[in-house]
């Protein structure tokens, strides 16, 4: 039987972890869309990787108590690989399909970035905090669609020099650049890793490529520069076949 499953971060559960409250939004669809009644069962999954078997108290508009049975195993396994995917800004609905997609196919976390070429240009503090806000409520759909337990993070936009002259990467973290031009082949770059990478931050850019500064500032600072194939892909199109290579040859999509 399909898991009728719902959204609570942790701080909505009791101190004691028996109880859980759901939020107008989260009880609005238990009540008035699947029309679970006072002592059917229902799943509840905290965003950080737990879920919980619970059992519906009470219903309103102003949310729901459940009680909770006990934890159990989330309706799907999260992948062994940590992987980041950044990708360039891309417009509305190019962007949303990106973080569906990569959160369906397990990314750890998405990190916006402001490329020369980017699509978007972002007006202010406000506009980039509605946009984040958009995002996150498409990850944690995407979530409850794929049996996910834990919902992706997703940072604020960060300019391309910030995030390619980070911190080197930490031990077992392999950083790839996917570019248009100017990389080895992906089978070809994995065979000469050294070692397995333990995280992968995997960085895409937009419908107008790489800068030659930005592909050189990347090579730079350690980053491994990948081209796949030779055929053009929309931004958004490679973003997806990334993020779904790289759980194929490191991660759990097999």
Same mark, same amino acid.
């Given at each position: 039987m399909?898991?009728?499953?719902?959204?609570?971060?942790?701080?909505?559960?009791s101190?004691?972890?028996?109880?859980?409250?759901?939020?107008?939004?989260e009880?609005?669809?238990?009540?008035?869309?699947?029309?679970?009644?006072r002592g059917q069962?229902?799943?509840?999954?905290?965003?950080?990787?737990?879920?919980f078997?619970?059992?519906?108290?009470?219903?309103?508009?102003?949310?729901?108590t459940?009680?909770?049975?006990?934890e159990?195993?989330?309706?799907r396994p999260?992948?062994a690989?940590?992987?980041t995917?950044?990708?360039?800004?891309l417009k509305?609905?190019?962007?949303?399909?990106?973080?569906?997609?990569?959160t369906?196919l397990?990314? *750890?976390?998405?990190?916006?970035?402001v490329?020369?070429?980017a699509?978007?240009?972002?007006?202010?503090?406000?506009?980039?905090a509605?946009?984040?806000? =958009?995002?996150?409520?498409?990850a944690?759909?995407?979530?409850?669609?794929?049996?996910?337990?834990?919902?992706?993070?997703?940072?604020a936009?960060?300019?391309?020099?910030?995030?390619?002259?980070?911190?080197?990467?930490?031990?077992?973290?392999?950083?790839v650049?996917?570019?248009? =031009?100017?990389?080895?082949?992906l089978?070809?770059?994995?065979?000469?890793?050294?070692?397995?990478?333990?995280?992968?931050?995997?960085?895409?850019?937009?419908?107008?490529g790489?800068?030659?500064?930005e592909?050189?500032?990347a090579?730079?600072?350690?980053?491994?520069?990948?081209?796949?194939?030779?055929?053009?892909?929309?931004?958004e199109?490679?973003?997806?076949?990334?993020?779904a290579?790289?759980? *194929?040859?490191?991660g759990d999509l097999v």
């Amino acid at each position: 039987m399909t898991r009728r499953r719902f959204f609570a971060p942790p701080s909505a559960f009791s101190p004691d972890g028996s109880i859980v409250t759901l939020a107008p939004e989260e009880a609005r669809h238990l009540r008035d869309v699947l029309r679970l009644e006072r002592g059917q069962e229902a799943f509840v999954f905290d965003g950080e990787g737990r879920e919980f078997r619970c059992v519906i108290e009470e219903s309103g508009r102003a949310g729901a108590t459940l009680s909770v049975v006990g934890e159990v195993e989330a309706a799907r396994p999260e992948s062994a690989l940590h992987l980041t995917l950044a990708i360039a800004l891309l417009k509305g609905e190019k962007f949303d399909l990106v973080v569906q997609k990569a959160t369906e196919l397990g990314v *750890h976390r998405l990190i916006p970035v402001v490329t020369k070429f980017a699509d978007v240009r972002l007006r202010d503090s406000a506009d980039t905090a509605r946009r984040v806000a =958009r995002w996150q409520r498409i990850a944690l759909e995407a979530c409850k669609q794929s049996g996910r337990a834990l919902v992706p993070s997703i940072d604020a936009p960060r300019l391309c020099a910030s995030l390619v002259e980070s911190a080197a990467s930490d031990e077992g973290q392999w950083r790839v650049m996917f570019s248009e =031009r100017g990389g080895g082949g992906l089978v070809e770059t994995i065979k000469n890793l050294q070692a397995q990478p333990l995280s992968i931050t995997a960085l895409v850019g937009s419908e107008g490529g790489w800068a030659d500064e930005e592909i050189a500032m990347a090579e730079g600072a350690g980053w491994s520069i990948v081209t796949l194939g030779g055929r053009t892909l929309r931004a958004e199109t490679a973003a997806i076949v990334v993020t779904a290579l790289l759980q *194929h040859a490191f991660g759990d999509l097999v």
